[in-house]
């Protein structure tokens, strides 16, 4: 069995991964690294019989259009990570024609892609033409799913896993296998405790109110946002949604069976006002105590106006929800505490702050996950620093810390 990395073997981007078995080429993921402008992982190659779309988060995503122009294949996903890719690959072609960059795909591939695609639940299998791939829940956000394709060997490749279950999605069902793939997002990192996250994050919305100011908090639209919600729903703050998490709820809210609660999910829902216009902003600034909105890592979106509005004010908090990528705004604000909007830096009077609310798995959870799928070979894959997996590995299984491009026999 052959592997090969078109991106995101090296870093949290771009993911594509291809296996050749038995006269057979699969496609897992194909994603951008979602930055201004983005970047690309390589060309698939043409013979793809199948490809497989772990969840929709664009670095998993964002390329799967073009997949469209190859000569046959299909994409197989749940039906949730179907409905937000495409979605969110609307998005990104929006994004690029707005900040004047070259879209590698148009909106006719996302129609033609659609066309090609084929849904299947997590525990169910994939057939077809010989190819045997079973779906089983990754954690991480709903519909995301990892895949067991059952070749030559056994191979497990878990996209982005979270082994512990959160407010708003199960957690990850082990399986066995003899070659797993998995992400290495946190190598290294264990995340702390996240009842104590929660409790903090909420304990700074209440000092920040009682010093009269409200907090802005930036959070991904696909997951994240939701989460969030969760965490804010029984909290008694007046909360305001702004940004493209209010499409991603809908899906979420018709696929309860990727949920960990629907009826709380729903019940969180109807607390929350959602801001329809962006002229009801104001309305939210005046009103809201908590503006829950996008971007997440601040590189766009209408956190950006919020911002604008009140970054003189130290009494306001801006309380960041997520991974902040090196070269994002939220990188910058965090490091340096400045922002670059349309090409001025800003520098915030108010207090910012991280939270740590991920929906990976941490390096101890990953180490379990290997141990637990009884793997021979562990191939490491999306993390900007795999050692750390690699050394607490090596001597329990062959690890393979591929490069991007680089064939290799497993
Ligand atoms: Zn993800």
């Given at each position: 069995m052959e592997l090969q990395f078109?991106?995101?073997?090296?870093?949290?981007?771009?993911?594509?991964?291809?296996?050749?078995?038995?006269?057979?080429?699969?496609?897992?993921?194909?994603?951008?690294?979602?930055?201004?402008?983005?970047?690309?992982?390589?060309?698939?190659?043409?013979?793809v019989d199948a490809a497989f779309?772990?969840?929709?988060?664009?670095?998993?995503?964002?390329m799967t259009p073009i997949l469209s122009r190859l000569p046959k294949g299909r994409l197989v996903a749940t039906p949730v990570t179907l409905a937000v890719a495409g979605v969110l690959t609307r998005d990104a072609l929006k994004i690029a024609r707005l900040n004047g960059y070259l879209s590698p795909f148009e909106s006719q591939d996302i129609r033609a892609l659609e066309a090609r695609t084929t849904a299947a639940e997590a525990g169910s299998s994939f057939r077809?033409?010989?190819i045997e791939v079973d779906l089983t829940l990754a954690g991480h956000i709903p519909g995301a799913t990892m895949f067991r394709y059952r070749g030559s060997k056994d191979l497990l490749f878990t996209g982005d896993v979270q082994t512990r279950a959160t407010r708003l999605v199960p957690a990850a069902e082990g399986l066995e296998?003899?070659?797993i793939v998995i992400e290495s997002t946190y190598a290294g990192r264990d995340h702390p405790d996240r009842r104590t996250t929660e409790a903090e994050f909420l304990a700074k919305i209440e000092e920040t109110l009682e010093r009269g100011g409200k907090a802005i908090v930036p959070a991904f639209a696909v997951g994240r946002a939701q989460e969030v919600l969760l965490t804010l729903a029984s909290s008694g703050f007046t909360t305001y949604l702004d940004g493209m998490a209010r499409q991603v709820?809908?899906?979420?809210?018709?696929?309860?069976?990727y949920l960990a609660d629907a009826k709380r999910f729903r019940r969180a829902l109807e607390g929350v006002t959602v801001v329809e216009h962006p002229s009801d902003r104001k309305k939210a600034l005046r009103e809201a105590d908590v503006i829950v909105t996008t971007g997440g890592m601040l590189d766009g979106g209408p956190v950006l106006y919020y911002i604008g509005e009140v970054y003189r004010d130290p009494r306001w908090s801006i309380l960041l929800t997520g991974f902040q990528v090196d070269g994002s705004n939220g990188r910058q604000l965090l490091d340096q505490g400045t922002l670059t909007v349309d090409e001025v830096t800003i520098r915030p009077e108010c207090e910012v702050r991280k939270f740590d609310f991920s929906a990976h798995?941490?390096?101890?959870?990953?180490?379990?996950?290997?141990?637990?799928?009884r793997a021979k070979t562990a191939v490491l894959m999306h993390g900007d620093d795999r050692t750390p997996l690699k050394e607490a590995l090596d001597g329990e299984v062959e690890v393979v810390v591929p490069e991007n491009g680089q064939a290799f026999s497993v």
């Amino acid at each position: 069995m052959e592997l090969q990395f078109l991106g995101g073997a090296s870093e949290v981007g771009s993911l594509g991964l291809v296996v050749r078995d038995e006269g057979r080429t699969l496609l897992f993921d194909y994603g951008i690294t979602p930055t201004d402008p983005p970047a690309y992982p390589r060309p698939p190659p043409t013979n793809v019989d199948a490809a497989f779309l772990s969840h929709a988060h664009l670095d998993h995503s964002g390329m799967t259009p073009i997949l469209s122009r190859l000569p046959k294949g299909r994409l197989v996903a749940t039906p949730v990570t179907l409905a937000v890719a495409g979605v969110l690959t609307r998005d990104a072609l929006k994004i690029a024609r707005l900040n004047g960059y070259l879209s590698p795909f148009e909106s006719q591939d996302i129609r033609a892609l659609e066309a090609r695609t084929t849904a299947a639940e997590a525990g169910s299998s994939f057939r077809h033409r010989g190819i045997e791939v079973d779906l089983t829940l990754a954690g991480h956000i709903p519909g995301a799913t990892m895949f067991r394709y059952r070749g030559s060997k056994d191979l497990l490749f878990t996209g982005d896993v979270q082994t512990r279950a959160t407010r708003l999605v199960p957690a990850a069902e082990g399986l066995e296998c003899d070659v797993i793939v998995i992400e290495s997002t946190y190598a290294g990192r264990d995340h702390p405790d996240r009842r104590t996250t929660e409790a903090e994050f909420l304990a700074k919305i209440e000092e920040t109110l009682e010093r009269g100011g409200k907090a802005i908090v930036p959070a991904f639209a696909v997951g994240r946002a939701q989460e969030v919600l969760l965490t804010l729903a029984s909290s008694g703050f007046t909360t305001y949604l702004d940004g493209m998490a209010r499409q991603v709820n809908e899906i979420y809210a018709s696929a309860p069976q990727y949920l960990a609660d629907a009826k709380r999910f729903r019940r969180a829902l109807e607390g929350v006002t959602v801001v329809e216009h962006p002229s009801d902003r104001k309305k939210a600034l005046r009103e809201a105590d908590v503006i829950v909105t996008t971007g997440g890592m601040l590189d766009g979106g209408p956190v950006l106006y919020y911002i604008g509005e009140v970054y003189r004010d130290p009494r306001w908090s801006i309380l960041l929800t997520g991974f902040q990528v090196d070269g994002s705004n939220g990188r910058q604000l965090l490091d340096q505490g400045t922002l670059t909007v349309d090409e001025v830096t800003i520098r915030p009077e108010c207090e910012v702050r991280k939270f740590d609310f991920s929906a990976h798995a941490g390096h101890s959870d990953l180490v379990a996950l290997v141990r637990a799928s009884r793997a021979k070979t562990a191939v490491l894959m999306h993390g900007d620093d795999r050692t750390p997996l690699k050394e607490a590995l090596d001597g329990e299984v062959e690890v393979v810390v591929p490069e991007n491009g680089q064939a290799f026999s497993v």
